[in-house]
């Protein structure tokens, strides 16, 4: 007699997954991580949507399974994996179990779907006993062998694995209609004898692909086998089956036998399981009737499922006094990893973070800037100021720094057209660059001599004031060493046509600002400059700069070191580049609301988007 005969699975089963079901394949290989295999069960996947490949956990490493879009496909790539776990759906599950049994290579196929038309399960059972192969279910669970392979989510979690014991073999061969009781069992039958041997569930419908008598005979057969278990349920008589055999003695070791449905006459009504088969139509199928028959053709048959574990303690019992059985020293229980999410879940892993955020915390209930609630942001009407206060300094500022910080975003919001910043992003949205990339591209051109003058000022401007350079010593300083003044000179403003911004901006802080020092310090080395060239004045960028420092020193939120920190990491170039964004992103969409058209403004030298007349009439007409 072949072992093939009656034995479904061993430790080097292969199989395929129809359907990408990622949590069955994983249990899958977590039950063979823990069984010890030197490889997965699983050889492929067969993904009708994509073929490709799938990154699953063997363990604590990565492996990668491949993907096929058909079944010959895969079974011509692993000819050694004769076993297809068939997760389609009841509206694909027979054409692709029929495919499948056609694949000389594949030899059992478990069929997961609920709800396949009772023909086409007939169809698939009867092609299947006449290939020699056998059909699973379908609505089942699955089945496994303990220690060597499992069925997709048979048994549950790798916490009811651990529990059952299933991850070595036991001696006994147990077989149910239902999934649900399948796992039930297991757990029973664990705690009452050495274990499962091996479990199959046929599945709830009225016709499986194979019966529960198919699978107690290839028990019978299996020498590793010392007892049998099944449940049953009223509805059908497939269990008299089982108890012709046995009165044939074609059952010949000891069966634990019970049929679920005892309840059904003490209920007003007949009960029916959720299975399409559990519903007694008749006296005959009943459970108290094929309770009776089993009793009557020597199954031992408990009083009640409560008693269904202590009656396989005897059985079990028995086998060990009479030898047939001997008991093992356990082998230790294996651990599989735990998932990150999981473990992070339930707080029994720590992870210290890639990097670390202090401005902003979205883990509670509602999102926190610097520690404040955005709700109460919003209902103190701190805007755009004070947003910026919290998450650039975390700090709330006074009033007029909010609404001085706003002041600097409106001034420096554009310049025109014609400046580095505008024209990149204009070009490159004309080029069809999307908004991002175009802003971007704008963006990328600021620095010390476009924006980035605002951190230059602050910075050169302070470090000459707290030295105690004079503004004659500061200017002759940097003559000497040929760098220009960082935020003193402009192209078109001058003494006699001067820069209106400057004057806003300095107008505020003279009227909110406890103390204008670095301004006045500034405006005295702007009297020496200008009397040198009328247009080496102090300019937007450089103004922005010096009166920032004016705030922080004297509005009290800040300490020197925090002032000394701001103008080191570039703060104060992020408020010109929060401004000329909105600028930028202007116009850029200018550009794509204006055409396809180039030409030339008579009076800059820079290309502009404007629509044909044939385009603009063309609008109108639509």
């Not at 979205?362 to 955005?374: F, I, P, Q, T, V």
């Not at 004659?472 to 402009?490: D, S």
């Not at 408020?575 to 550009?591: C, E, K, P, V, Y």
Request: glycine share 10%; hydrophobic share 40%.
């Amino acid at each position: 007699m072949s072992r093939k005969d009656y034995v479904l699975f061993d430790i080097n089963t292969k199989a395929f997954v129809y359907g990408y079901q990622t949590n069955a394949i994983q249990r899958m290989l977590d039950f063979d991580y823990v069984c010890k295999r030197s490889s997965p069960s699983i050889s492929a996947i067969i993904n009708p949507s994509r073929a490709g490949i799938h990154k699953a956990f063997w363990g604590t490493k990565e492996i990668i399974l491949p993907m096929y879009k058909t079944i010959p496909l895969a079974a011509l790539a692993y000819p050694e994996a004769d076993v297809m776990v068939n997760f389609a759906s009841h509206r694909s599950a027979f054409e692709t179990t029929m495919e499948a049994l056609q694949e000389d290579t594949i030899r059992i196929v478990a069929v997961i779907a609920e709800g396949v038309p009772e023909r086409q399960s007939r169809v698939m059972a009867a092609t299947a006993r006449k290939l020699d192969k056998i059909v699973i279910g379908p609505a089942t669970v699955g089945g496994m062998t303990a220690g060597a392979f499992r069925i997709g989510n048979t048994a549950g979690t790798i916490e009811n694995i651990i529990a059952s014991k299933l991850y070595r073999p036991g001696c006994v061969g147990f077989v149910s209609k239902s999934g649900g009781m399948l796992n039930e069992a297991f757990n029973i039958i664990s705690r009452n004898s050495d274990g499962i041997y091996e479990g199959v569930a046929i599945g709830g419908d009225r016709y499986p692909g194979s019966n529960m008598l198919d699978h107690i005979l290839r028990y019978e057969r299996n020498p590793a086998i010392k007892m049998i278990a099944c449940l049953g349920e009223l509805g059908g008589e497939d269990e008299y089956m089982i108890i012709q055999a046995l009165k044939e003695k074609k059952i010949t070791k000891p069966l634990v036998a019970w049929v679920t449905g005892t309840c059904s006459p003490y209920l007003p009504a007949s009960v029916q399981f959720g299975h399409a088969g559990a519903k007694a139509n008749t006296e005959k199928e009943t459970a108290q009737a094929k309770n009776d028959a089993f009793r009557q053709a020597g199954a031992y048959v408990p009083r009640s499922f409560d008693d269904y574990g202590e009656m396989v303690r005897q059985v079990y019992d028995m086998l060990l006094t009479r030898g047939i059985v001997q008991k093992f020293d356990e082998p230790e229980v294996p651990r599989i990893p735990t998932d990150y999410s999981k473990a992070l879940a339930t707080g029994d892993i720590r992870k210290p973070t890639t990097f670390i955020c202090t401005i902003s915390d979205d883990s509670g209930e509602e999102l926190l800037y610097a520690g404040k609630k955005l709700s109460d942001v919003l209902d103190r009407k701190m805007g755009i100021g004070g947003v910026i206060g919290l998450l650039w300094f975390k700090k709330e500022l006074p009033e007029y720094a909010a609404h001085f910080i706003e002041l600097v975003i409106q001034i420096v919001a554009d310049h025109g057209p014609a400046v580095s910043g505008a024209h990149n992003a204009i070009v490159a949205s004309c080029a069809g660059k999307d908004l991002i990339s175009s802003l971007c591209s704008g963006l990328l051109t600021i620095g010390p001599r476009f924006g980035g003058a605002i951190d230059d000022a602050a910075r050169e401007f302070k470090r000459a004031q707290e030295t105690g350079l004079a503004p004659e010593q500061f200017v002759g300083e940097m003559k000497k060493k040929g760098i220009n003044i960082p935020g003193i000179g402009h192209k078109i403003k001058s003494v006699k046509n001067p820069d209106k911004r400057v004057q806003l901006l300095i107008s505020y802080a003279r009227a909110n600002f406890p103390s204008t020092e670095l301004l006045n310090y500034a405006l005295q080395v702007e009297e020496l400059t200008t009397a040198k060239k009328g247009n080496l004045i102090l300019n937007v960028d450089g103004c922005i700069g010096i009166l920032f420092i004016d705030l922080m020193s004297s509005c009290g939120a800040f300490s020197k070191e925090e002032i000394d920190e701001v103008v080191r990491l570039g703060y104060l170039n992020g408020l010109f580049a929060l401004g000329r964004s909105i600028g930028l992103i202007g116009h850029i969409l200018d550009q794509k609301r204006l055409g396809s058209r180039l030409y030339r403004h008579p009076a800059e030298d820079i290309a502009y988007m404007m629509p044909s007349e044939e385009e603009i009439q063309c609008k109108r007409d639509r």
